[in-house]
């Protein structure tokens, strides 16, 4: 599928078929995964830059992964999914059918410190931008891979937080549910 095909068919999806993990790593690797590695300043030092672009090039990003109530911090290096705990997604979705209905959620939290170290208060509106540049790597990775899945920003911030165990410095930002493909006779209902 070329860019141009993934823009245009690219949707915002209600229903999800089984996802693979070979799916899912795929999703996670060429969305928000290592792109290269580039010397820093300090002799001996690299600095990981992803896929997807941050400002300054922080990780200011973290992503989890809940699927089927256990919990996993995705390490982009390298390439893992790190088991964290287990969560009830109830309470976590203002539209509580995407908890019945995601195959996997990946949850996107602000690791805020690095970036209000280097930003000030600037960075708690360049965290969103960050966020809305891995959701959209995301979605077009989706499509060009055959998923089914849609950004949802209607969560309770709290829940959020308790399931990536999340301290002061953390801050919920997006939530992209996923899972395969279905069939268009079988309905993309919109969550109520
Ligand atoms: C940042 C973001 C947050 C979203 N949050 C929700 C949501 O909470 N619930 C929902 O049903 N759809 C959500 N959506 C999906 C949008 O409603 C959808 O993208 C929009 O209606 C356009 O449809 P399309 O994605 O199929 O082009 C969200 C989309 C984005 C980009």
């Known amino acids: ?3 141009a095909e993934a823009l245009l068919s690219r949707r ?3 229903s999800y078929g089984p996802l693979s993990r ?3 790593g795929s999703l996670l690797h060429y969305a928000v ?7 820093a300043d300090v002799p001996g030092v690299q600095h990981v830059l992803g896929t997807n672009p941050t400002a300054g090039g922080l990780p ?3 992503v989890h992964v809940v699927l089927d109530g256990d919990v996993f911090e995705y390490l982009r290096e390298p390439h893992a999914l790190c088991p964290t705990g287990t969560t009830d997604l109830a309470g976590v979705f203002a539209q509580e059918e995407f908890a019945r209905r995601a195959r996997a959620v990946i949850v996107l939290t602000g690791r805020m410190g690095p970036g209000l170290a280097k930003y000030g208060p600037r960075h708690y509106r360049t965290a969103h931008l960050d966020a809305g540049v891995a959701v959209q790597n995301l979605y077009l990775v989706a499509t060009a891979l055959g998923l089914s899945c849609c950004a949802v920003a209607g969560f309770a911030d709290d829940a959020v937080k308790a399931l990536v ?7 919920a930002l997006a939530l992209f549910v996923v ?3 279905i069939p268009p006779a079988s309905g993309h209902k919109k969550c109520p």
């Open 33 to 39: 995964g290592v792109q290269r590695r580039v010397h």
């Open 60 to 62: 200011s990003l973290r």
């Open 1 to 3: 599928m070329t860019l």
């Open 165 to 171: 165990r999340g301290g002061e410095q953390d801050v």
């Open 12 to 14: 915002s999806r209600y």
């Open 22 to 24: 070979l799916e899912l």
């Open 179 to 181: 899972g395969g493909s």
